[in-house]
């Protein structure tokens, strides 16, 4: 088996590398710039120079590949060009015979568009997806864990002992672990009777802040306090990081969060039927905090 990634040299996607690997795969992972070529040899993977937006380019590297994992990026300084990036990884898969795509969506797909650029575009990609003729899994996940490893929330960990997040501390998540959504993708591209089938993937426990908290400190072995960050707060720490249209785009949506009693849903509460078709050893919360406590020491 010879997969191609997209998206490896971030947290979302790396660890597709080592679960490929471990299935006994060849790795090929695109990236946009060299200087990510160390990281990715050094996990397995044989690392080539591409950007999606290249249509030309991704019918060269998509020869001989049989599965692509992708998934759209995210700081793009025009949303709206998610599509193209998706159609040139589409067509060329199609072009040169690829047999299954598996798209990480980097979160749950809203049933119509709400507004927000970067969201709304993944319901074109969906829809282009489905209509390719192509075999595909499409993998919904919830929130990250490795969110909290942003600048947002680990510095006030380090420095404050409260575990900052724009989510009101009422509204329960299903965390899900980075680790986990590449064994998926990893399971989702060997199932073969896996052909047009879509995913809402969650972590096991749907804590609320102080849950969440309370498993944070168990795995650091310190208290840590929920802290519901304001939504402009939030947004000016990821405005640097993602773009001023992205990091607008997400503080309305946390900002509409923060106004409500109604929240959206962020668990699967029958996560055990995709786990028969799918099987992935689930990461707990305490569990990642614990494996990663020295970040936030």
């Not at 990634?5 to 947290?11: D, E, H, K, N, T």
């Not at 160390?38 to 591409?50: D, H, T, V």
């Not at 896996?194 to 309370?214: P, T, Y």
């Not at 996560?271 to 050893?281: A, F, G, H, S």
Request: charge should be negative; hydrophobic fraction near 40%; aromatic fraction near 10%.
């Amino acid at each position: 088996m010879k997969i191609l990634v997209f998206g490896a040299s971030g947290s979302q996607q790396f660890n597709v590398i080592s679960e490929g690997i471990r299935k006994g795969a060849e790795v090929v992972a695109a990236t946009s710039s060299v200087t990510s070529f160390e990281k990715l040899s050094q996990a397995g993977a044989k690392p080539i120079l591409a950007n999606m937006s290249d249509a030309k380019r991704m019918l060269e590297i998509t020869v001989g590949i049989d599965a692509i994992a992708f998934m759209v990026p995210v700081s793009l300084p025009n949303p709206l060009e998610g599509l193209e990036y998706a159609k040139n990884v589409i067509d060329a898969a199609k072009a040169n015979g690829v047999k299954k795509i598996v798209w990480n969506t980097s979160a749950w797909l809203s049933p119509q568009k709400i507004g927000i650029s970067g969201e709304d575009v993944k319901l074109d990609v969906k829809d282009y997806l489905k209509n390719s003729g192509l075999d595909y899994v499409i993998l919904e996940p919830t929130i990250y864990m490795e969110n909290m490893m942003g600048p947002f929330c680990a510095p006030f960990v380090k420095k404050e002992k409260k575990l900052a997040y724009p989510t009101p501390e009422g509204m329960p998540i299903g965390w899900i672990a980075s680790r986990d959504v590449s064994a998926f993708v990893v399971e989702a591209i060997y199932n073969d009777n896996l052909k047009a089938d879509s995913f809402q993937i969650s972590g096991l426990e749907n804590l609320k802040g102080n849950d969440l908290a309370e498993q944070f400190s168990k795995g650091l072995g310190e208290s840590i306090v929920y802290y519901m960050q304001p939504s402009q707060e939030f947004g000016g720490i990821l405005k640097p990081l993602v773009g001023e249209v992205a990091a607008a785009g997400v503080t309305s949506y946390y900002e509409s969060l923060q106004n409500t009693t109604e929240f959206p849903v962020k668990f699967n509460p029958k996560m055990n039927d995709i786990l028969e078709k799918l099987p992935v050893q689930m990461t707990s919360l305490e569990q990642w905090a614990k494996e990663n406590k020295t970040y936030f020491s």
